[in-house]
Nanobody, 128 residues
Framework: QVQVVESGGGLVQAGGSLRLSCTAS????????MGWFRQAPGKEREGVSC????????YYADSVKGRFTISQDNAKNTIYLQMSSLKPEDTAMYYC?????????????????????WGQGTQVTVSS
């Protein structure tokens, strides 16, 4: 049974930083692409950043390029999202997801539904 669990959300002032963590179990982590998505109230879920199974390819939404960094630690079955220079518009529920094909990281922005397994989310709130 695949489980995806996020942590690290919270309340931060604009300009601050947070690091989100996502640990996956019940899968062969090296075979999966992973990603971070977010959904603000009244808006559709959007892809924030995704990483291929090898870690060699990444995707970033234009809105977070230069501010967010995705990374992975295969030994810990964990990916991270380091978020810096946070803005109030980054406020959302952040979800981690796994793609069982290992290759759909590039659909991060175009089709989040391509990812198979989802966590429950962690709330990020950025105050102005």
């Amino acid at each position: 049974q695949v489980q995806v669990v996020e942590s690290g959300g919270g309340l931060v002032q604009a300009g601050g930083s947070l690091r989100l963590s996502c640990t996956a179990s019940g899968l062969t982590f090296d075979d999966y692409a992973m990603g971070w998505f977010r959904q603000a109230p009244g808006k559709e879920r959007e892809g924030v950043s995704c990483i291929s199974w090898s870690g060699g390819s990444t995707y970033y939404a234009d809105s977070v390029k230069g501010r967010f960094t995705i990374s992975q630690d295969n030994a810990k079955n964990t990916i991270y999202l380091q978020m810096s220079s946070l803005k109030p518009e980054d406020t959302a529920m952040y979800y981690c997801a796994a793609d069982s094909s290992g290759s759909r990281w590039y659909l991060c922005g175009a089709n989040p539904r391509a990812f198979d397994y989802w966590g429950q989310g962690t709330q990020v709130t950025v105050s102005s």
